[in-house]
C-alpha cells in the first residue's frame, strides 16, 4: 500500500515541483494538496493521510501554521504523521513540533527536497513513527550553546549520560533498565536529575525527553 500523503505550501512552483517530484516514487501517493491552514485542516479531516508534508510559513498569518497544524493533529488526526518543511533552520519552531513527543514527526529544510531519495526516506520513517530531524537543525542549537558558554550536560554523570544515549535511540524507561542492568525506579530518579542539571524542570514531561534528546545530540 503506498503512503498517502497530503501536501501544503502556499507557493505553487514549489508546490507543483514537489508534487511532481514525489509522483516518481512508487509507495508515495499525494492524495490533497494545499495552499493555506484551512484548506491542510480541511483535508486531512477529508482523507485521513499518512502523512501531512507541510511548509511551516502558509496563510493565514505566514508565520507557524505548520507547526500550529502539526500540534493539532495529534489530537484531531493521532494517526497522520506531519513532516514539516522550512526555508530556514529554526530551533525554536522544531521545539514546538516536537512538544508532544517525536514520534511520527520530522522537520526538514527545504534544500532537501530536490534530493527525492531523503524525501522519500523521511516520509517512509514518519510514516512507520519515526521521527526526523534535519541535521542543521542540531548545528544550531551546537551555535547556541556555544555561544552561551559552558554547557549544562557537562554536569552529567557517566552513568547519566548512559542513560540519555539510550533514551536518544527511543528506548523507554523498562528498555533503559535493561540494557544497563538497573531497576526502573532507579532510572527515573537518572532522568529526573538529567532534567534538573539540564535545566527542563519546569517542562511537561514529554517535552522535557524530547528536549534531552537534542541536546545530547547537539554535543
Not at 530536490?114 to 542543521?136: C, F, H, K, W, Y
Not at 552513568?159 to 542492568?181: D, F, H, P, Q, T
Not at 529526573?192 to 527542563?200: D, M
Request: charged share 30%; hydrophobic share 45%.
Amino acid at each position: 500500500m503506498p503512503i498517502r500523503v497530503v501536501m501544503a505550501e502556499d507557493d505553487f512552483l514549489i508546490r507543483e515541483g514537489v508534487r511532481e517530484l514525489l509522483s516518481s516514487a512508487d509507495d508515495v501517493d499525494i492524495v490533497a494538496s494545499c495552499d493555506d491552514l484551512d484548506s491542510l485542516i480541511e483535508a486531512v479531516e477529508r482523507e485521513r493521510p499518512d502523512v501531512v508534508l507541510t511548509d511551516i510559513r502558509m496563510p493565514p498569518t505566514k508565520t507557524d501554521e505548520g507547526v500550529r497544524a502539526a500540534v493539532r493533529f495529534r489530537d484531531t488526526a493521532p494517526e497522520t504523521a506531519v513532516l514539516v518543511l522550512s526555508q530556514h533552520d529554526e530551533v525554536e519552531y522544531a521545539l514546538a513540533l516536537l512538544e508532544r513527543g517525536a514520534q511520527g514527526r520530522g522537520y526538514l529544510l527545504k534544500q532537501r527536497v530536490s534530493d527525492l531519495d531523503q524525501l522519500v526516506a523521511a516520509i517512509r520513517e514518519v510514516a512507520r513513527g519515526g521521527s526526523v530531524i534535519d541535521p542543521l537543525i542540531v548545528e544550531g542549537l551546537v551555535a547556541a550553546r556555544s555561544g552561551a558558554g559552558a554547557s549544562p550536560m557537562d554536569q552529567l554523570t557517566a552513568r547519566e549520560r548512559e542513560v540519555l544515549s539510550n533514551m536518544a535511540e527511543g528506548k523507554s524507561n523498562a528498555a533503559i533498565a535493561a540494557a544497563l542492568s538497573l531497576t526502573e525506579r532507579a532510572i527515573e530518579r537518572h532522568i529526573n536529575s538529567i532534567f534538573s542539571k539540564l535545566g527542563l524542570t519546569v517542562e511537561k514531561d514529554v517535552h522535557r525527553r524530547v528536549k534531552a534528546v537534542l541536546m545530547f545530540l547537539a554535543g
